[in-house]
């Protein structure tokens, strides 16, 4: 047998063949030394492609190891697209199973995660359900997906009690950038700097609340011919009042196309929040330092849009 790694973005993955074909994706990292294999550098390909938020296609040759009954559940699997969903019941309406609990054993078994997609299996009432990799990744691979976004990076907190009832609040927010400098928003009280942009509000597109919130917070009116996708952060810690916070936090660029009076809400206001074109550096120097003042609430955003902005940095985007 034939073993490799793959580094994702939610952590390493073993990948396991026979020389023809993989037989094994699990998630973890490989404890065999890594073989090189042209299959392996198709696996890799098809993965960077996943983990980039588009559909990456056919897979490799696959050869699930596994009973007659446990194959067929796994190739019906592979019939639920990127980006879609599937209960449990349905799979087993399709393999003429009268035992969605049968199916979800057989799910649970799957031998080769992602390429066969047992994480787009969802209750009926679409709630999430067990996972090999563990019920936050398999949110952010339905993210990922979902969103046709890339995932940039995690900031998990590992200070909550696992399946502990959660509280969601995602985020758009825009990056502009003219001339090598950013357009961020600056806190004059805590002088920390954030991209504009806020919550989504229930019904409204990540789009739609990009386009206002940009422009209330920050002031800035963006050309909607020009928004595409950069990516998405996941956060999950604590909450204050609940037993888990997450938040996906999208990043859109975009242009300018004129500036306008902010309209700021009362915290928004008390902070003395103000539009900056900021060279990159000073942004990420100052957040950075600012990591050590600041309580979690801050702490964690600080961080955040540091990274981000070094990831543009790196990138060559600005």
Known sequence: MYYTQYDSPVGPLALLSDGDALTGLSFGPSTEPKTALPLFDDAFAWLDAYFSGRDPGPTPPLLPSGTAFQRRVWGELLTVSFSETASYGEIAKAVDCRSARAVGQAVHRNPIAL???????V??????????????????LLVLE???????????????????RAFSRPSAR?????????????????????????????????????????????????DPTTVRPYGFVHRIERGDLEPIFLQD???FLADAAAVVPQELDGYEAEEGY??????????IEQNKALTTVYQRKHHTMLLREAMVLERLVVEGLV
């Open 274 to 283: 103000t539009l900056r074109w900021v060279e990159p550096r000073e942004a």
């Open 115 to 121: 390429m066969i997609p047992c994480h787009r299996i």
């Open 174 to 222: 825009a990056i502009v950038i003219e001339n090598g400098r950013v357009a961020m928003v600056y806190s004059r009280k805590f002088q920390h700097f954030k991209f504009p942009g806020g919550g989504i509000e229930p019904g409204e597109t990540r789009e739609a609340a990009l386009l206002r919130e940009t422009r209330e917070e920050g002031g800035l009116v963006l």
């Open 249 to 251: 936090n999208f990043y």
């Open 146 to 164: 979902e969103s046709r976004m890339r995932l940039l990076f995690t900031m998990d907190a590992k200070n909550y009690e696992p399946g502990g």
């Open 123 to 140: 209750g009926a009432d679409g709630s999430l359900t067990g996972f090999a990799g563990g019920l936050d990744v398999k949110r952010r």
